[in-house]
């Protein structure tokens, strides 16, 4: 079903708010007419209705290229994204971005990339590349390019920081708008940084921030990812503001993306009592408005973007449809496999055990992250140290693990500190995918574990691992040590194999715990993080003396 034919079901007519029955003509990959019918024949009273977009995600952290992501998500009804190629930016710059849009190039899906506007996110850690005001003004000026993407640098933004300033000023000569990322932001601050022309946050974890963020004129993004989860908190916002709300996924890991995406959203949504043309205002049609997408919304002329479900309060998907041709069926991807080429950047040498030593120098106390399950944003805590032969180790009995960051672009000495709520009882866990410089992360409870996970990711160049007493595994991540080039339906399996063992053999009791190790490097999340240069305050902006 490639070239001219027909469609029948019920068609849902997202802008004049109705439902009926109806036959969709498509020639050419356009919507050639919508035409009523008086009645539907046996089989055909499916429901009709434009594709899924996912209005802010890092395709990076699927663990996959674009063209395995897009592979996966057509099943689920996703015809679109805006992708901010931020990760791969951070390691490979201006080279990785530039393989983002050629290697989602090569299948039917419609990536909306956007310039990254904060490579290296801060100057308190060290990353791969950089990107300066000029470097994203000659991406801005790509067609490929949407829009300017992620603005976290709010302080920059308050401040007038020039180079910040010169970033935003590019998009708004160019006609693309600018994205935001501005958590816990309230009151005239998030007024003046809205004022900057910053018009989406995808971080509220509040109702109450978001009512702000929207009263001064901003759009929500309601994210639900594989670590961050705001959709219980933030979705009721929807009953009043649909023309103001998105849904987006941010970043979402390859075992759960086979199991479903935005479509879940919606299904959610609809038990919470949300009306079908808000939803699907937020899943379909605003994103395209906003970001001017060339992306079709069941409309005459349109490019032919729809999908199929059984009904419209599960959202099963029947069919994807991506410019009139048939991408997924009945839980099938018609996207083949194409094994793409590697970009990397990865330049340290294996590590000893001794690196990972945490000396006591007589503290009765030592600061400690409290990473929060479901949450990017962390605590601050402060307990008495355990020590053993002048050394200060982890105490599995009281959950308070080592953290280690290894700087992977030069030989340099591990950043260690403490962490909470990770909950292992042996062995480690270690991972290059450490937002936003991509860093080494790692957690354990001794330094032996954490060494040997660690090199298994210096090893494969990049990857995922976990190690025990007598079992060690790795998804390896050539690309950027970020993504796998292989079987996005493999990596999948294989990440849902080490997620369990992080869970059932080392005792994580996170539901996520290769996600939320990711994030605890991320230093524009309050409130206490670890770079690879140190233990870092959130909201003072400085390291922790």
Known sequence: MNGDFSITGQLVDVHQQTVYPAEVVVSAGKIQAIRPVSQLTGGTNHYILPGFIDSHVHIESSMLVPSEFARLAVVHGTVA?????????????????????????????????????????TTFETAGASLNSADVEKLLQRDEIKYLSEMMNFPGVLFKDEEVMKKIAAAHRLGKPVDGHAPGLRGEKAKKYIDAGIYTDHECYTAEEALDKLQYGMKVLIREGSAAKNFDALIDLLHDYPEMIMFCSDDKHPDNLVLGHINQLCARAVAKGIGIFKILKAACVNPVHHYKLDVGLLKESDAADFIVVKDLKNFEVV?????????????VSNIKTTKSGIVNNFSCNKKTVEDFVAKWNGEKEIDVIEALDGQLITNKLSFEPKIENDKIVSDAVKDILKIVVVNRYNNAPVAKAFIKNFGLKKGAMASSVAHDSHNIVAVGVDDESICKAVNLVIEKQGGVSAVSNNKEMIVALPVAGLMS?????????????????????????????????????????P???????????????????
């Open 485 to 525: 080039n292989e079987d996005g339906y493999t990596v999948a399996a294989n990440y849902t194999a080490i997620d369990k063992m992080t869970k059932e053999e080392l005792g994580s009791t996170l539901g996520s715990p290769f996600m939320t190790l990711s994030f605890m490097a991320l230093l524009v999340i």
């Open 81 to 121: 994204t805006i992708s901010d190629p931020h990760e791969i930016a951070n390691v490979c710059g201006m080279e990785g971005v530039e393989f983002m849009i050629e290697n989602g190039k090569t299948v039917p899906f419609k990536f909306n990339f956007g310039a990254p506007s904060c490579v290296p996110a």
């Open 527 to 545: 409130h206490l993080k670890l770079s690879d240069k140190g233990l870092f305050d959130g909201d003072k902006f400085e390291f922790i003396k």
């Open 319 to 331: 069919k994807t449809f991506i410019d009139g041709k048939l991408v997924a069926e009945e839980g």
